[in-house]
């Protein structure tokens, strides 16, 4: 009896554990950020000074896709750039252009699909 409730357990966390694979698998196909500026090698950032550069970067690990990007504004308004071609492996940025003080969201999406957000602030 010991035995058996072992082996279901086992069953049981072996099934958890590869339920949960799919979803680390998805969060591993893109790569997206912001950062103060827009050289590859900026570092993600979630605060920028007001009169620097600005980028929203995306990558596709997986797959050459067509990704849509968007900026919400802290007035309110919203900002995208539809059919962006990202080849896979290849790091790409959009330039944010904004000086406005406040929070901004950066959404992407892939396929109509939301695969990420990151928020940043312009320092006032």
């Given at each position: 009896m010991k035995?058996?409730?072992?082996?279901?357990?086992?069953?049981?966390?072996?099934?958890?554990?590869?339920?949960?694979?799919?979803?680390?698998?998805?969060?591993?196909?893109?790569?997206?950020?912001?950062?103060?500026?827009?050289?590859?090698?900026?570092?993600?950032?979630?605060?920028?000074?007001?009169?620097?550069?600005?980028?929203?970067?995306?990558?596709?690990?997986?797959?050459?896709?067509?990704?849509?990007?968007?900026?919400?504004?802290?007035?309110?308004?919203?900002?995208?750039?539809?059919?962006?071609?990202?080849?896979?492996?290849?790091?790409?940025?959009?330039?944010?252009?904004?000086?406005?003080?406040?929070?901004?969201?950066?959404?992407?999406?892939?396929?109509?699909?939301?695969?990420?957000?990151?928020?940043?602030?312009?320092?006032?």
């Amino acid at each position: 009896m010991k035995g058996l409730k072992l082996l279901a357990v086992t069953l049981l966390g072996v099934a958890v554990l590869a339920s949960a694979a799919p979803a680390s698998a998805r969060a591993a196909a893109f790569k997206h950020y912001v950062a103060c500026g827009l050289s590859a090698k900026s570092k993600p950032s979630h605060v920028c000074p007001r009169g620097g550069s600005k980028g929203a970067f995306f990558r596709s690990n997986t797959a050459d896709v067509i990704y849509t990007v968007c900026v919400k504004f802290p007035t309110g308004k919203n900002l995208c750039a539809r059919g962006q071609r990202a080849v896979k492996g290849t790091l790409y940025v959009n330039r944010v252009t904004t000086n406005i003080p406040g929070r901004h969201t950066v959404t992407w999406f892939v396929k109509g699909k939301k695969i990420g957000t990151f928020r940043f602030t312009v320092k006032k």
